[in-house]
């Protein structure tokens, strides 16, 4: 059974930093993709980073480029999404997801969700 379960949101003020965790059973994590996605109250789901764990390849929404970092540990099936300069904006539920072999923001193509981490960043 695949699982996929979210940790490290919470709240913090704009400028701060969080660390999001995704980890994973259930499959063989360096046949995946992992993607983050977020969505927002009253906002569709959208995507802010993906990477391919096999080769390192990575997408950043223009939104979170040169704040947001996405990292894979295969040795952990663990993905994570270091969250830097925080603004009031990136408040959402955050997600993580797989996919199967390639890397996009597009949320429609992922099957396997995770729970979601809430992260709320105060102005």
């Known amino acids: 059974e695949v699982q996929l379960v979210e940790s490290g949101g919470g709240l913090v003020q704009a400028g701060g930093s969080l660390r999001l965790s995704c980890a994973a059973s259930?499959?063989?994590?360096?046949?995946?993709?992992i993607g983050w996605f977020r969505q927002a109250p009253g906002k569709e789901r959208e995507g802010v980073s993906c990477?391919?764990?096999?080769?390192?390849?990575?997408k950043y929404a223009d939104s979170v480029k040169g704040r947001f970092t996405i990292s894979n540990d295969n040795a952990k099936n663990t993905a994570h999404l270091q969250m830097n300069s925080l603004k009031p904006e990136d408040t959402a539920v955050y997600y993580c997801a797989i996919l199967r072999p390639a890397c996009t923001l597009d949320p429609t193509f992922y099957r396997y969700w995770g729970q979601g981490t809430q992260v709320t960043v105060s102005s």
């Open positions: 259930g499959f063989t994590f360096d046949h995946y993709a």
């Open positions: 990477v391919v764990n096999s080769n390192g390849n990575k």
